[in-house]
Each structure stands twice: as C-alpha cells, then as structure tokens.
C-alpha cells in the first residue's frame, strides 16, 4: 500500500518525527486502560463469549457459530452454540480450526476517485471465502460469526479521542470523509468504517478466546479493514484500529498470558505493532518485509534491521530465535501482498510458501496459532494464500516448494544484518559463529520502489506471470488431492496404552507373503517370524504411501531387525517410485553398506560418533545433548538440508539407543512433514513406549507437537559440530547458508 497514487511522496506521518512520536507515544495515558476490558464475575465466560445453555457441558462458554448450509443447526434461530459440541466434524471427529467471519465486513468502499486505495476493496474477502467454499476448506472449520469489539477493547491500544473521532465517521458525508483522511496516508473512510473495524478487532478476540479455551487449537480471522500500520492515535495504510495488538493485549489482559509471539508476513514494515510493543518484553514483534534502505513504503528508518525495541523491550522487535522465547499464543498478522501478481508487494511468493510458513509456526505455543489477515490485493493470489493456511492450520500436507532452493543475495544480506543487530540480546545468536558487522546504514528517501501502473507492460508481465504460477497450484492440487487416509499406523500387536486420534488408520493388513519373503532374504535377521510379520505391515504401509492411499506411517519392528528392516525400506522405496529420499536414521542405524550415492538418496544420521560428511549426500552428527543444541540441529541442519534436497519421501527411523525423547523425535517428525509434501514414514522399535507411539501418530497427523520443556543452550561441543558441518556441506546445500552468519 502506499505506493500508487498521488499520495506515494513523503508525508509527515511517514517519517520518524515530532508528530509521528506524537502519535505513537505511550500504548495507555494514564487510567485509559478500562476496566471493563474482561472483567467478568466467578464462573462467567471470556468476553465474546454467552454462557453454556447446554447443562451437560462443561466448556468455558458459548461462541456465535455460523450454522453451516443444510446442518441441523440452520434456521434454529439460536446464534449460539457449545464449542465443545459444535466442534465436532460429520465424522464426530474434533475441528481443529475455527473460521471467524462477518458478512458485514464488506460494507465499507472507497467513495471516491483515489488509485492510492481503491485496491483494498470489499472482493478481497468475497472472493477469498468463495474459494474456501469450493475448496471444501469451510466446511471443515468452526464458522464463528464475528462481534464488535467493544470501545473498553479498543481502549487497550487506542486513545478515547481516536476511537471518538471514528466512531463521528458513521455521520460524515462523502466530502466531509475525503477530507478527513487527507490527514492520514493511504487511508479511506467509509459511513460503515467503524462498524467494519469494530468486527474485524471482535474476530480477532473472538478467535483468541476459542484457541485459549479450548474450543478449536488454531483458526484464521478472515477481516477488513487489516490492521498492523494503525496507531494509538492515526490511521495509516488502509488500516483503522490495530486488531492483532489489541489481540495481544487482550490475551494479555483476559487470559493471564505472559508471553506472545507477532509474527508479522506483510509484505510492508508492520510499524504500527511494532510501535505498541517496542518496550514489552512479553510480547516478541517478529517482522519479515521490504525495505530497501527505506526506499519501500512506509518508508521509516525504524523498518530496518537494527530496530530492535527500546528499554526493557531490546531485542523483542523484528527478529531473534524462538526457542528461547517460548510462546504462549502465536498471533499472525497475515498479509498475502507479497503473494505473486500482488501490484503492491511486486513479490513473487507462491501460495505453498504460506502453508509451510504456517506449519513451522505451529510447533510453537503447544499449536495455538492465530491468523488474521492484513494486505493481499491480488484476488486470485489473495484467495489461494488463503486457502493454503487453511489447510495448514487444519494439518493437511503443505504441497511440496518447488524451483531451485537456493536463496538470494538480498536475503542473505538482510538475515546477517539482524543476525548482528540481536546477537547482543540473544547468547543463541552468538554462539553460531561469528557475526558480521552491520554496514553504515544507507537509509533514504531518493530512489524509492517505483509502483507498477496498472495497464503498462510490467503490469501486463507480472499479471502473465502470476496467472501461470496460479495455474500451476492448481495443476498440482489435482495431482496430490487430499489423500484418503492422512495417517496410518501398522503393529504387529494390540497395544491397549496407546491412544491414538480418532482419524488415525489401524492397519490391519500385511504385503503379499510372497513379496515379504522375496524382501526378507535380504538379510538373515529377517528370517524370523516376528520379524518377517513386521516387515510384512511395514511393506503394506509402504506401499500404501508409494501409491498414494496414504499421506503419512509410523509401524514398529523389533529391535534386532531394525537395521535390516530399514535398508528393505530404503530399497523398496526407490525401485518403486521415490525419486528422491531422505532418511533421518537416529541412534545405532548404518547406512547399507553397497547404497549407491547417486543422489537419489540422502542419509543423515542423528547419534554419529562425530560430525563428518564422506560426500555431500552422506552426514552423520552427534545427538546434542541440551534442548538448545536439539533445537539448533534440526532448523541449522536437518531442515535446510531436507529443503534443499526436495524428497518426495522421508524415513524417520528411531533405532536402537536413539537417545530422542518423546517431545524431541515429535518436533523432529512435525517439521519435516514440510519438504515432502507430508509423506513421512516411521520406524521405531516395538519396544518403545505406547506415549512415543501416540505422540508421533498425532504429529504426524497435523497436530502439533508437545513442548520441549526448560531451555537450555547448546553446549560448546554440539556448536562446533554444527558450525564444522555447514562448512562443510554449505558449498553444495545453499540453504544452509542461511542458518550461519558468513565471516566477513
């Protein structure tokens, strides 16, 4: 935004002055904190939420639920409904992702004659929720109808005078409208602003509520006007009240949370959050955007790398790793204008990448994940963003990223730049290696982005472009369509303690005997009964995941035949149909001897004896030992590794001494589901614990994976073996470039 139009040369509210600091000066005056801002008495809902009618529930409250076309709940006439009882899909299986939505968010338009902002129009969520429809994606969701938030709400980021000057909008004339916002930039008003921008902070609240409570793990607020440029006393860049800040504030407030984590996917700098947050330490403000030296909208020096809060809140602005931070509630501020064919952003980011940004956010904060949606101008592209994070959310498989991984320049540039600016705040940061110095900032306000004119031949370019890349999504929804079975799991024996989600296979079946005995004369270990019954079921498994019936497996095997079983599956897999695979052997597993390198299958092993890489698709790496080390091994190796080698097929096998603990092998099973497009296979042994067993089948299953616990960093030993790897493989694997900071 803010790029088109007469508007897009500097303005006062773009710059970091006087009137600027003005308006962003304290979150709160004094006492204007309300509070009414959930007060409630012993044993009354959240607010947003209508006490249970139903007495054999004991769920925190009731949400405003919109009953889907032709379910017994239509023309019922009551607008309310148990989560807990609403939550349940035909199948009687739990929702896991609510919808929050109102019909009455697409009131508001541009009156007016201005190219600046006649892109954020009422279609953008027409047309995003038509394609959720024809997706299936709706249906499966909890629909909540969205309220208004009330003016005590918008008091926890807002000044009374604000919210008094918007709430006079409702009576404005047109005239008196368009001169009003010649005091904001890039901002319309609208007789029904207020009442939109009251819907769009209630949905987000609303989908709070339902994620803390319990009623859904995760949703998406599908809202207008976007909200992440707004600031305590201005609207700014389409945005009227700041609906994920006032989202934190509430959790904040309502909910007792102590730590949030804002990640924030616009393709433009979402200052106005940034502003509200930049001395709370409990709230993290983590922002990816254009900047260009300050040459992109919104054009402020605070945009760049070295932001990185003020007083008690230094180093929980823009940019750090999680893991010590350990969220409580992840919020989205989910913008798709860096979406391909998107005339703001001028990105080229297809629809997937959403998917798989969402699902690596759902590792956090036990999976309770918030969206609600900011820019996106493109529609089509809009649309289908949306969808993917749907999807995400609700645990399907990302599709598979496709085209080279390897990443930019730029962005190489950008990741060392922040990298440096949070190293003093953050003692993970700096024990990766060393890091570079930030270069003089050449922040200006000459040579900005130039916008691209709709009807010229860079439109028309980027336009072809888009259409062709959306086309190609679509080519490949039809090639991997939702599979029948998302997971299944294959044992060979009853086992009561394990408790396993409703939607979960047991296989019963085994391979043909002749093809398990043709297999087993592999290797003599197999030769025993209780062995060749579990090769047997892993094979039927596996074959259910080569031939497309299944998405993802676990199956046990017993412990001496761990090993051979592992190399029949590796064996079998690429004669029939794996392209490439990836196996993540953890604990006493050696790689088959006579495997060929061939590019065709890349071994890690997690509990080598040392770091070592014999060639480039051959990696072994000692099991750290501390939470940290664990956690730096998987997102600086493991991950990068397996997006830059884009197997159609991962192996997770647990072997013998594998050393992992439930929480552990669960995050390392979550995370890559992403490269392969959620066909993932695991081994383990048949003595591992009914708790392991169940833990894997749910992650695999989408949901997300359990805490860590306690963080501690990586000892000394485990970052040097990190560091001497990337060195090592870095050349090849150009993703890894991106986990360590380059000497300069």
């Known amino acids: 935004m803010g790029q088109h139009g007469p508007r897009a040369g500097p303005q006062a509210s773009r710059q970091p002055s006087s009137r600027q600091a003005a308006l962003r000066g304290g979150v709160l005056g004094a006492g204007s904190e309300s509070e009414e801002v959930g007060k409630s008495g012993p044993g009354s809902p959240p607010v947003g939420l209508l006490p249970c009618l139903d007495s054999a529930c004991s769920c925190p409250g009731s949400l405003p639920v919109v009953p889907a076309p032709g379910s017994c709940k239509e023309g019922t006439g009551s607008a309310f409904t148990c989560p807990a009882r609403v939550a349940q899909s035909d199948h009687g299986c739990a929702m896991r992702t609510a919808l929050v939505y109102h019909e009455d968010m697409t009131a508001a338009r541009l009156l007016w004659e201005d190219p600046e902002c006649e892109i954020e129009r009422p279609e953008r969520l027409t047309t995003a929720l038509e394609r959720l429809r024809q997706w299936g994606l709706e249906q499966r969701c909890l629909q909540v109808a969205a309220r208004e938030a009330s003016e005590a709400e918008l008091g926890l980021v807002h000044s009374p005078e604000y919210v008094s000057l918007l709430r006079g909008t409702q009576t404005l004339s047109t005239r008196e409208l368009q001169a009003l916002c010649g005091q904001y930039d890039a901002v319309y008003f609208h007789p029904s602003t207020f009442h939109c921008a009251r819907l769009a902070v209630g949905a987000a609240l609303q989908l709070v509520d339902a994620v803390l409570t319990g009623a859904v793990h995760n949703g998406l607020a599908l809202v207008r006007p976007p909200g992440h440029h707004s600031q305590r006393a201005a609207a700014n860049g389409f945005c009227v009240f700041n609906n994920v800040a006032i989202a934190a504030k509430y959790a904040k407030r309502r909910h007792g949370l102590h730590r949030i984590l804002i990640v924030d996917w616009d393709v433009h700098h979402g200052q106005g959050i940034q502003y509200i947050f930049e001395d709370d330490p409990s709230v993290l403000y983590f922002s990816w955007h254009r900047y260009e030296h300050g040459r992109f909208w919104p054009y402020l020096r605070e945009s760049d790398a070295d932001a990185v809060g003020q007083g008690q809140g230094r180093g929980f602005t823009v940019n750090l790793p999680w893991n010590q931070f350990d969220p409580e509630l992840v919020l989205i501020s989910a913008g798709f204008d860096s979406a391909i064919g998107d005339p703001e952003g001028q990105m080229r980011a297809t629809p997937e990448c959403f998917s ?29 963003s949306v969808c993917m994070v749907v999807k995400a959310l609700l645990g399907d498989p990302a599709l598979p990223l496709s085209g080279p991984m390897e990443p930019h320049r730029s962005a190489l540039e950008s990741i060392q730049s922040v990298r440096a600016a949070q190293a003093p ?15 003089p900032s050449t922040y200006s306000l000459e040579r900005r982005a130039s916008p691209v004119s709709p009807g010229g031949p860079k439109f028309k370019a980027a336009e072809a472009q888009a259409s062709a890349a959306l086309s ?18 294959a044992l060979t024996a009853p086992d009561a303690a394990l408790v396993l989600p409703a939607d979960v296979l047991r296989q019963e079946g085994s391979a043909p005997q002749e093809e398990t005995r043709a297999w087993a004369r592999l290797h003599e270990a197999l030769a025993q009964d209780k062995a060749l019954t579990a090769l047997g079921k892993v094979l039927h498994l596996l074959n259910g995941i080569l031939d497309g019936q299944v998405s993802s497996g676990m199956a046990a095997t017993p412990e001496p035949a761990a090993a051979p079983t592992l190399d029949v599956v590796i064996r079998r897999s690429l004669s029939h149909g794996a392209r490439r695979l990836l196996c993540v052997a953890v604990g006493q597993l050696d790689r088959p001897a006579d495997l060929a390198d061939d590019g065709r299958n890349l071994w890690l092993n997690i509990r080598g004896k040392e770091a070592a890489a014999p060639s480039m698709f051959q990696v072994s790496v000692p099991l750290p030992g501390t939470t940290g080390g664990f956690v730096s091994c998987v997102l600086a190796l493991v991950l990068p590794l397996a997006y830059g080698f884009q197997p159609d097929l991962v192996l997770v096998a647990l072997g013998p001494a594998h050393g992992l603990q439930a929480p552990q092998a669960a995050l390392l099973a979550s995370l890559l589901r992403g490269p392969a497009g959620g066909r993932v296979l695991v081994l383990l042994e048949q003595g591992s614990t009914s708790q392991l067993a169940g833990i894997l089948a749910r992650v695999l299953q989408g949901q997300a994976p359990p805490g860590l616990g306690p963080f501690s ?5 485990d970052t040097q073996a990190l560091i001497y790897l990337r060195g090592q493989l870095e050349a090849e694997w150009k993703m890894l470039q991106v986990a360590a900071p380059q000497v300069p």
Do not use: F
Not at 425 to 438: A, D, E
Not at 472 to 489: E, I, M
């Open 472 to 489: 190609s999504l679509l080519d490949q929804l039809h090639l991997n369509p939702t599979l029948p079975v998302r997971t299944a799991v």
């Open 713 to 717: 960093m990586a000892s000394p030993e």
């Open 356 to 384: 798989h940004l969402t699902q690596l956010l759902q590792v956090l904060a036990g999976g309770r994940v918030c969206a609600v949606l900011e820019g996106g101008y493109h529609l089509e592209s809009l649309s289908q």
């Open 425 to 439: 705040h953050w003692k993970s940061l700096r024990q990766q290696g060393s890091t570079p110095i930030l270069n």
